[in-house]
Nanobody
Framework: QVQLVESGGGLVQPGGSLRLSCAASGSIFGIYAMGWYRQAPGKQRELVAVITSGGSTNFADSVKGRFTISRDNAKNTVYLQMNSLKSEDTAVYYC??????????????WGQGTQVTVSS
């Protein structure tokens, strides 16, 4: 059993910044890729950013240059620093991680989501 708990969402004005955190806990043998997705009302969930265990990153075109992703492997935690926020960034943000519970089994796990609202 693996749990992902997100924090850091909230209301921010356009041009502002927020930092999301996601901590994994439970039966963890190792964590591979960790990432952030978002879902706006009436839209499909989309990838925002992903980081591998080695630190390689990938971003959606819409957030390149504004968002950064990082992780602390010792704390099983991934972060999303969001700068220059726009109204179109408003969504529920979900953390995702590929977690190995032993040397054989890997599961994709989701957090419960945290609301980010960008509005004046």
């Amino acid at each position: 059993q693996v749990q992902l708990v997100e924090s850091g969402g909230g209301l921010v004005q356009p041009g502002g910044s927020l930092r999301l955190s996601c901590a994994a806990s439970g039966s963890i043998f190792g964590i591979y890729a960790m990432g952030w997705y978002r879902q706006a009302p009436g839209k499909q969930r989309e990838l925002v950013a992903v980081i591998t265990s080695g630190g390689s990153t990938n971003f959606a075109d819409s957030v390149k240059g504004r968002f950064t992703i990082s992780r602390d492997n010792a704390k099983n935690t991934v972060y999303l620093q969001m700068n220059s926020l726009k109204s179109e960034d408003t969504a529920v943000y979900y953390c995702h991680a590929d977690v190995a519970t032993d040397s054989v089994h890997i599961f994709g796990s989701w957090g419960q989501g945290t609301q980010v609202t960008v509005s004046s």
